[in-house]
């Protein structure tokens, strides 16, 4: 396999970010197939003509099913709204195109279930846009982790918190449209659920508090009607590891002044490691044991020793940045195709952490803890 | 009133800190009373006699008792073993003294109550050693929200997180004694409940998970026999403040790596605060609004326009430590004496967060919400 | 102009980076021409050829003289050693294309002059590699410059600092041979010299020292045999800028630890901001005035607020990277192409801060003030 | 010796830090004699006595000389301004008392040799108040220098700069009365040289840039007449260590937004330290070589294995103060009297320090390098 033709649907922030990823990709990676930008679509053929001149598309197309449709076309990005997402990723697995699908899924665990059952069925590769934990130092966390360096792990706190919805006069959009699933802790949540499990494993059960805190919004900006909010805005869970170590999570877009407080802590008998996207080039690492004069927490910072940081730059220090996470997760998609499997997060994993998302609702009703 | 006698009982880190604290407080706070030194107690008549020469007290004695007795000695620390605290209380209260107690105040409700209705009763001024909140910066803190500069509060998450128990080879030992009280959740949980009502006000209900993650400890330093561990090691917990907003509060003494993660991140509507004891002289503070190219969080240092700082040091960012809180915490023990009121935290407040703490270890048995 | 023929000379570390550049230039700069990517070379036809495969480029060559003679090719990236910088950089201009050459211009100042010289009278656009200034933040911070918003400036500390040769058992390579110039001071001098230069203008004399001191290397890897070190690896520099204020500088490649240590801070009357690339998506800002209760740094996150931040990712805090950097400076030089500009830093930029270093080297050796 | 008499001469900002100090020394070094508050000293018998009460002495005067002629005090603290120190100091050698003064020790060399000398005469033990480097983790930061773990020390960057100056309409005060010596290199730039001496040794030689940016101030606050300033407010040097090698040392009062930026990064060809007095209770610590996936610099938590931390405070991570580091200072002073030794910084240091201070000036008057 030399070559994969790719496909994008939708052009916004995340089509963007996918087209440039795609197009750096073998770059970083050398082994994996040449991706070739085939077709782009998005909801108006001149938008999507813009979009093709804009990221380096052979052709573009106003209709999304002509994506799918292109024999040219191996690997599908869908990156539309999630309410759409259902109908788009069974087409093209239908029409045998892998797909990758930004987060989350689908509005709800039936689609997704579907969605998971489709692809499985007929054997293509998926992926899901759980782009955070592509990050090097994330690897070698989990590296971590699972060769013991922590010892026994006894805790876990984890936390997504971001501002873009804090302000009261902020108005209804289709991102607080209940059409698309829940709020938060399925925008948010999904992205630190799933770093939870990428460390730790199957969350087991939860506590949830999932509220609405700004209960109405103007219907436009500077309007002074109001329509009422119907999904959260805060979610915050206690949580059971199959593993046995119990944790926190928390998923809020309302933390005034944090644009990416994406962070964890991970304790273990032995050891811990923190880290938060802010600052996404460092990772803090405790080891108990040595000279008490001379321990504590060492700054780890992103370098060619820790892969596949080395394809993007030869010295350490000079800093990844969001795109470059975003082209580590493409080119596993490509290189995961190559070899005929899905690289992960795929569709499956994606449902998985649509379930505790699932049972924190649920929990949050019943104010009761809630097996995933 | 120009001078109050002090009696001290117990003579170990905490004893200490209060004999310090005492001993620079007019230093720092011209306008209370002079503090006399008058006596110490501890188990020993020979340990007392040594904290008496190297803490500057003018007498000693073997027998707690007689500090109580001692005609000259209106105020009384007392920094014993929290089984201890209330038999000591009682006394010093029913001889009229203003007792300083050290937290938790008791190992359970009825008789932190007690002590509660004690004191009361008979007038005397109390305070309970939560002296974290008298930081400068802590003061700030609560002024913005009050003031309302964050606008309406939404979310807290805290945390009081040390490493002091992690090695699962640390021995048993009093700390873990179950006659003591519970685990964490009264030792650090007491601190950052404290504090999270200091900031935000009443905890009106609970949903937690207290556990004991290292099940079984040395019976000794290197033994090999093992005795079980009853109390509690990690607590977290969801929360609702009566004033509506929820939020989250972690205890835990085997985080290992961290030898005070004691923080919080108070969030609002217009703005949010950050802090941690690991940087004690730092407050972070975010103010929504303004121009956009030049937002972010302030990191304010400790200076003399942070009351009480400047008692300490004319000139910013030259450090107050942990004795300097417990100075203030100190001197405004005496300056409510002088004043005829109980500076606080006192015993009711003590009383208040142990309430907390008590609905959080029903929650967890119960699995379930707990009003407080 | 509708697109620009692209030539990439060199395909190592920076070979790589200017690919990278120009293939996600237009996504992230939508009005610039677009860059084709005609053709690479390299010492020999495979390497090129490999190139060509991994970075997306029409054709390839082991000869470089054919990528200037390409007609196709309208603008040419020289990412050679520095030492060969001259002759590819004139035979460019001669053949009238647009030159990007990486820093340092050259190995001496007779040399760069006679390159700038060239390009100013063939009135071809240059830019040199000085990429960290490209940050969207350190823009942000000239415009406080320039805007007065720190007052009359006082004072500028700044430094380059990595320790990719702290160890005396790295061996001499290319890196060191005087052939090539001189050490540190050239190579990461010039970097945090035309940053200083880039915020507050001309440096008008330096008192510099400048010295070996691993003065010693092994030939090879592992090998016994030694060989002199005939240039600098630290070089510490007092200078004065023309507009009146001093300042400090730095350079240095063995400071064990750092990977990143470039930063600075400037300091007037009225305000500070300091930054490190070590966090490079931050600056820090003081504002004297205001309610001393409140004041501090500030602590900026780079968002689209801060063009071209915007470009790359429409939310703030997603963090830019060392290649988005690249992108923005490869996108530069395109847009200046098709304005018939040159961007900057151009060549005659990259000989003012070159003669910097020449003052510095020149100071140390008579050890007395240079004029620049 | 069971007990030293104490007397302090002057009761502001320093005056007050002894006094604390002195209260507090026994409790944390139970081995030291215990100091007895005789006399304080001040130039009105009110001010001295309202100190008496504050601070807890025995007996107050307006009369510097009775502090001195009272036989009940051994050890005399001057913290009066610079410009009193000589007369006092000789004062009260010459009465055979241990000394301490408050740094810098005079206004000028001469001064400063003769102090020394009537000390050294007369065996008296002497202290100057370079209280920083008292800090544990300064201690340890020298037994790893020291111990060669970080290998051959190769560069030193130290800076002491803070705000209490930038703004040009602070007023013309004896600060900067030429009377009491240079300006900013004395009253900062002599501790961050006493640093760097206590890290490293000897500088050999300097040359400097020693300014005056701000050069003239009102007379009073808010007054429109203004008054032409002597004295430095900027001095930025590079230095030759007498080990070999080089670094720079800034002294800086109109640093806006810096309270405290006192802090240093020393390098070796094994590893390096970096360390700043805004957080005075971590030491960053880089080792090389070792594992390249988990280096980087650690953050050292001041704790109990940090003598004499443990005197303070049996736990880590409580943080010391300000305070603390002079108390310290004054610890160590009293157990060298206890010892019959100058425990150090002496005057003879002091007189080193100011060699430096003085061939900078005299180094920035003639533009060239000198000799220390």
């Known amino acids: 396999m030399k070559e994969i033709g790719i496909g994008i649907i939708g052009t916004g922030f995340m089509g963007k970010a996918h087209a440039i990823a795609y197009r750096t990709a073998l770059s970083a990676f050398p082994h994996i197939p040449v991706p070739r930008m085939v077709m782009v679509g998005d909801v108006t053929a001149d938008a999507a003509?813009?979009?093709?001149?804009?990221y380096g598309f052979e052709s573009s197309t106003g209709d999304w099913r002509q994506v799918i449709a292109n024999p040219a076309v191996h690997a599908v990005s869908i990156t539309t709204?999630?309410?759409?997402?259902?109908?788009?990723?069974?087409?093209?697995?239908?029409?045998?195109?892998?797909?990758h699908c930004e987060k989350p899924l689908s509005p709800n665990l039936a689609d997704s279930l579907e969605m998971v059952t489709a692809a499985e069925a007929k054997g293509?590769?998926?992926?899901?846009?759980?782009n955070y934990i592509k990050n090097p130092l994330l690897k070698l966390a989990r590296d971590m982790v699972d060769a013991g360096e922590l010892g026994e792990i006894t805790g876990f706190r984890g936390i997504h918190a971001e501002d873009y919805?804090?302000?009261?006069?902020?108005?209804?959009?289709?991102?607080?449209?209940?059409?698309?699933?829940?709020?938060?802790?399925?925008d948010l949540g999904s992205h630190i659920i799933g770093m939870a499990r990428f460390l730790l494993g199957d969350i087991a059960e939860v506590s949830a508090d999932v509220r609405t805190v700004i209960r109405q919004r103007p219907v436009a900006r500077g309007a002074t009607e109001m329509k009422a909010v119907a999904v959260d805005d805060v979610a915050r869970m206690l949580v059971n590891f199959g593993r046995g170590c119990g944790g926190t999570i928390e998923a809020n877009w309302i933390q005034t002044g944090r644009k990416m407080e994406l962070g964890f802590e991970v304790t273990g008998e032995k050891g811990s490691i923190a880290?938060?996207?802010?600052?996404?080039?460092e990772l803090h690492f405790y080891k108990a044991g040595g000279d008490a004069r001379r321990s504590g927490f060492t700054r780890i910072e992103a370098g060619p020793q820790h892969e596949p940081y080395g394809g993007f730059c030869i010295a350490g220090g000079h800093q990844l940045g969001f795109n470059d996470l975003k082209t580590i997760e493409m080119a596993e998609?490509?290189?995961?195709?190559?070899?005929?499997?899905?690289?992960?997060?795929d569709f499956r994993e994606a449902y998985e952490i649509q379930k505790v998302v699932e049972a924190a609702l649920a929990s949050s009703r019943q104010r009761s803890w809630i097996k995933v």
């Open 275 to 281: 880290f938060t996207q802010e600052r996404l080039n």
């Open 124 to 130: 293509v590769c998926t992926q899901v846009g759980f």
């Open 81 to 99: 709204p999630n309410s759409m997402h259902k109908e788009m990723a069974l087409a093209a697995i239908a029409a045998g195109k892998h797909v």
């Open 333 to 345: 998609f490509l290189g995961g195709i190559a070899e005929g499997r899905s690289a992960g997060p």
């Open 165 to 186: 919805m804090h302000d009261p006069q902020s108005p209804w959009t289709w991102r607080i449209d209940p059409a698309g699933g829940p709020g938060v802790i399925a």
């Open 49 to 54: 003509a813009k979009a093709a001149h804009q």
